[in-house]
């Protein structure tokens, strides 16, 4: 039998002269093609290169590298730009006699200086913006404790620091969370060393997890940063502020989940207009409260056999994560306490700490 051609017409073909083009006319040569640049890099972790403020204080010595950190990782980070006035010492425009200090001159003695645009040990020309704790848009003051004259911590005026000396900071808003530890800039110090040729970057969109204490209203001592601080009212909860970030609350706040949160005066969380739940979201805060934990322990961790410092959860954290279990025993060791592994386990379960979960909203 014959096949069907489906009504095709064989007999009487056109021909079609269509020409090509793969892009408007004139693309190469209109002036609307506008070459520049718009997408840098996704937004979770922004594609800009900050480098930490050269003067900052030091907060704890890495054992294991045996430098100093200046920036403990989760804190809430600000930035400082060519047109920052304060702190001293800060980035400046290239050609404005942007001076830093390094350490000893091995020729003249003392304190040596040198370009910030032009030296080895200056910044990388990729490097815009330095990164501070946030402060919460208030003006503050970092203090030098003794572990910068032990780490021979040089000042803005080139000067090595003397603990209670102030660091003057100006108002902030948070650019981003610090997502590693930032080590002390110490570029200077030895002929080779240049600790941030390509920079870090910060975290801006990202569910974490930090831990928490709820403190009672009225108490003198709190582990809640406020720009009045003097070097002594952060110097009596540095064991814990050093070591870790962390939020609080004080009774009297709303502090429950869907609260935006904001930065205190040196970077940890607190709840935002003290936990207003009306309260907009504005360019201080760093995300949403979405989950509280104080359900501990857990899977049977309490029962696993840990030895002490293995910091390992465990019967030497009562199951507790560890994270949250030497954040308790330090925040305890600040207001005066020794806590045993009963005590950290039952102030968790009563819910004077524990874990606060964190959507970052930054961008």
Same mark, same amino acid.
């Given at each position: 039998?014959?096949?069907?051609?489906?009504?095709?017409?064989?007999?009487?073909?056109?021909?079609?002269?269509?020409?090509?083009?793969?892009?408007?006319?004139?693309?190469?040569?209109?002036?609307?093609?506008?070459?520049?640049?718009?997408?840098?890099?996704?937004?979770?972790?922004?594609?800009?290169?900050?480098?930490?403020?050269?003067?900052?204080?030091?907060?704890?010595?890495?054992?294991?590298?045996?430098?100093?950190?200046?920036?403990?990782?989760?804190?809430?980070?600000?930035?400082?730009?060519?047109?920052?006035?304060?702190?001293?010492?800060?980035?400046?425009?290239?050609?404005?006699?942007?001076?830093?200090?390094?350490?000893?001159?091995?020729?003249?003695?003392?304190?040596?200086?040198?370009?910030?645009?032009?030296?080895?040990?200056?910044? &990388?020309? !990729? $490097?815009?913006?330095?990164? %501070?704790?946030?402060?919460? =848009?208030?003006?503050?003051? +970092?203090?030098? *404790? @003794?572990?910068?004259?032990?780490?021979?911590?040089?000042?803005?005026?080139?000067?090595?620091?003397?603990?209670?000396?102030?660091?003057?900071?100006?108002?902030?808003?948070?650019?981003?969370?610090?997502?590693?530890?930032?080590?002390?800039?110490?570029?200077?110090?030895?002929?080779?060393?240049?600790?941030?040729?390509?920079?870090?970057?910060?975290?801006? &969109?990202? !569910? $974490?997890?930090?831990?928490? %204490?709820?403190?009672?209203? =009225?108490?003198?001592?709190? +582990?809640?940063? *406020? @720009?009045?601080?003097?070097?002594?009212?952060?110097?009596?909860?540095?064991?814990?502020?050093?070591?870790?970030?962390?939020?609080?609350?004080?009774?009297?706040?709303?502090?429950?989940?869907?609260?935006?949160?904001?930065?205190?005066?040196?970077?940890?969380?607190?709840?935002?207009?003290?936990?207003?739940?009306?309260?907009?979201?504005?360019?201080?805060?760093?995300?949403?409260?979405?989950?509280?934990?104080?359900?501990?322990?857990?899977?049977?961790?309490?029962?696993?056999?840990?030895?002490?410092?293995?910091?390992?959860?465990?019967?030497?954290?009562?199951?507790?994560?560890?994270?949250?279990?030497?954040?308790?025993?330090?925040?305890?060791?600040?207001?005066?306490?020794?806590?045993?592994?009963?005590?950290?386990?039952?102030?968790?379960?009563?819910?004077?700490?524990?874990?606060?979960?964190?959507?970052?909203?930054?961008?």
């Amino acid at each position: 039998m014959a096949l069907d051609n489906f009504n095709l017409n064989f007999e009487a073909q056109n021909t079609h002269r269509v020409p090509t083009r793969d892009r408007l006319k004139k693309w190469a040569k209109t002036p609307l093609a506008k070459r520049a640049r718009l997408e840098v890099s996704e937004g979770i972790r922004p594609a800009e290169y900050f480098a930490p403020y050269k003067y900052l204080p030091v907060i704890e010595k890495d054992i294991t590298h045996e430098d100093y950190v200046v920036i403990p990782k989760g804190r809430i980070l600000g930035s400082i730009s060519v047109y920052d006035i304060k702190p001293d010492g800060g980035i400046k425009m290239c050609g404005e006699s942007g001076v830093l200090y390094g350490y000893d001159d091995q020729v003249n003695g003392g304190v040596g200086s040198y370009s910030q645009d032009m030296s080895y040990f200056g910044y &990388d020309e !990729y $490097i815009t913006n330095l990164v %501070v704790p946030a402060n919460g =848009g208030d003006d503050t003051n +970092l203090y030098y *404790t @003794a572990k910068d004259e032990e780490a021979g911590t040089i000042k803005a005026d080139g000067t090595y620091a003397v603990a209670g000396d102030p660091v003057e900071m100006g108002a902030n808003a948070p650019v981003g969370v610090a997502f590693h530890d930032w080590f002390q800039d110490i570029r200077g110090k030895y002929l080779n060393y240049r600790m941030w040729p390509d920079g870090g970057h910060v975290l801006t &969109d990202w !569910y $974490i997890e930090v831990p928490y %204490v709820i403190e009672a209203s =009225g108490v003198v001592q709190t +582990l809640r940063a *406020t @720009a009045a601080d003097d070097a002594a009212a952060r110097d009596a909860f540095a064991v814990a502020s050093d070591q870790y970030a962390y939020m609080t609350a004080v009774d009297g706040e709303a502090f429950k989940p869907g609260i935006f949160v904001q930065s205190d005066a040196i970077g940890n969380y607190m709840p935002q207009a003290l936990g207003d739940l009306k309260t907009p979201k504005t360019n201080q805060t760093v995300g949403k409260l979405v989950g509280i934990d104080t359900r501990f322990p857990k899977s049977g961790l309490e029962d696993v056999q840990t030895y002490p410092g293995s910091r390992m959860p465990g019967t030497q954290t009562a199951g507790l994560p560890s994270f949250l279990f030497e954040f308790v025993v330090a925040a305890e060791i600040a207001k005066g306490n020794n806590p045993t592994i009963e005590d950290v386990l039952g102030l968790v379960q009563t819910g004077v700490y524990g874990v606060a979960r964190i959507q970052l909203l930054v961008s």
